[in-house]
């Protein structure tokens, strides 16, 4: 059954302040590799997308409220860096954070209406179930990169095995048939590459 509106609202903004307060508490203290899926791009667009995979109907509302899930949970994660570890309150409304805001703004929209595509039919719901795929394939891709640099080690491999392995796990629960999930890993791959470029892109504007 479809959640209503304000079901979604008051679920996007509860589910905000528990992804970024619980994010900083998993990145603390879980031990690694795990730990890396908590400072992990790939983990906050799945939680966008699986937010519209949740709301079912209405791609409107499924991006509205997977960018406000994202939005709140910058400086809900922050405000757990303050509360747990001493750090500045200040880092709340600094200009990093609100940069975080913008691309969680931007992530929001294409992962949670990608959510509501992959229950829907035709090339709409392939290439749905693809995008957050494509993100844990990316990011499995950058560390791979990094395993043969000497201040990461090959202790690395371990993320490029979890982040492939989620990736693949999104479209098999997600796919339906064999088919369709087949087609979404073949969709994934090059929009994983898109996606690592657009990054190194981004890397260079803002650093």
Known sequence: ???????????????GFLLGFLDFCWIKWLPFPFAELGNSTATW??????FGYWVRSGWLRSALGATVLLVVAVPSYYLAAALLQGDDLAVLWAPSSLVWMFFGVLAGVVF????????????????????PAAVFFEEAARFAGKATDPDYGAG??????IDSALGLLIVVLTGGSHRRRALAVAVAVPLAGAILVSFALAGRIFS
């Open 1 to 15: 059954m479809r959640p209503g509106d304000r079901t979604v609202a008051l679920a996007s903004v509860v589910g």
């Open 156 to 161: 690395v491999w371990w993320n490029v095995v």
């Open 45 to 50: 667009a799945a939680a966008a997308f699986f």
């Open 112 to 131: 949670g209406t990608a959510g509501t595509w992959a229950r829907g039919t035709g090339w709409r719901q392939v290439v749905g179930v693809a995008l």
